[in-house]
């Protein structure tokens, strides 16, 4: 009966030093936009929604089959559509933060072959205490985007 008591203690201890970030973080409705042919670049939207009661930090993603992949932020100025490389997104604790075209998301760029339509595709999401998650995006069309992912940066809930 000690064995089992001390065999569930070291468990309980081993689920509870999981990294929170990847714990806390669930990923709603990821998808890649499906690029034109000869596009050298595509991103990827979801919603990140942080369950948890710290912040969580996505400061990396990669995926296999492009040479690089980044965080970044879309937005008008002036009447020019910009883009920024961002060094991290921040997730608040108990709310969304949406990636979705007009705002934040991930850059895939150089694919080895351009991705076909409902390829899906492995995204690793880095967190800024080391742990990381891997989500699975659908490739489609830009016009058929999940609903909700509209234009902006933070949904609150």
């Known amino acids: 009966m000690k064995r089992l008591s001390a065999l569930i203690a070291a468990t309980i201890a081993a689920v509870m030093t999981l990294p929170a970030s990847a714990a806390e973080l669930e990923v709603r409705e990821p998808w890649v936009v499906l690029a034109p042919p000869g596009a050298y670049a595509t991103a990827a939207f979801m919603e990140l ?6 912040p ?3 400061v990396e993603a990669d995926a296999p089959g492009f040479e690089t992949v980044e965080l970044h932020r879309s937005f008008n100025e002036d009447g020019m559509h910009r883009m920024v490389r961002q060094d ?3 997730v608040p604790a108990g709310e969304s933060v949406a990636l979705a075209p007009g705002g934040l998301h991930i850059m895939l760029i150089g694919p080895e072959t351009a991705p ?3 390829e899906r ?4 999401l880095r967190f800024d205490d ?6 699975e ?3 489609r069309p830009r016009e058929a985007r999940p ?11």
Request: without cysteine; proline residues 0%; glycine residues 16%.
């Open 49 to 54: 929604h942080n369950a948890g009661e710290v």
């Open 147 to 157: 609903a909700g992912h509209g234009h902006g940066d933070h949904h609150h809930h």
């Open 56 to 58: 969580v930090d996505v």
């Open 137 to 139: 995006a659908v490739v």
């Open 88 to 90: 991290r997104i921040s």
């Open 121 to 124: 595709i492995a995204i690793e």
């Open 130 to 135: 080391g742990s990381t998650q891997t989500v």
């Open 116 to 118: 076909a339509e409902g």
